[in-house]
């Protein structure tokens, strides 16, 4: 299943996800590739839009491979490869503070004028652009489960089965629309998968 960009992949998600319309869902976007799926998302579904801040841990000398992630609270997800490629507890910790900091820039630039939206007691839906290593994604759902939701869902449109056995102990629920065994990167997934800018997460996000 190729998906011609991610307004396609949102839509279709939304259709997977329709027994939630009119239950005023929470739809959470990991930022930034995610965040005008949950808009597209959340709109069908009748439910309201924000952001789960998640930073994946990125590989010594190779920053697009995930060792590992952490939430905004500070805990952190490992690999159990972590240590392999070259994570000591030290390269750990200090990465660990730098994503962090990032964190706390995007959360005052993302919703400066209100708080996060409170998961407590409320359908949730967690919702990324596609998973590779599911790192993040556990991360995001770790943190939500410690706010006590009444649900909480996973929902991709892609991703690996052998990411989503990782991935489905961390939810009550795990949306995917393709699982291919032949998987190198989400974005061989989508004719179209541009970034997507701080400028842009920042418009959806701000109210009216």
Known sequence: ?????REDAARRLAD???QYRGQNPLVLAIPRGAVP?????????GGEVDVVLVRK????GNPEFAIGSVDESGWTYLGDYAERVGGSSQYIEAEKEAQLKV???????YTPIRPPHDPAGRIVIVVDDGLATGSTMIAALHALRAKAPKKLICAVPVAPPDTLAKVEPYADEVVCLSAPEMFYAVGQFY?????VSDEEVIKLLSPG
Do not use: G, H, N, T
Request: net charge positive; glycine share 0%; aromatic share 6%.
């Open 103 to 109: 964190m706390r820039e995007r959360r005052a630039s």
């Open 57 to 60: 841990l990125r590989a010594p």
């Open 1 to 5: 299943m190729v998906f011609r960009d």
């Open 16 to 18: 997977a996800l329709a």
């Open 191 to 195: 004719q179209s998968f541009p970034q």
């Open 37 to 45: 799926m949950a808009k597209i998302i959340a709109d069908a579904l």
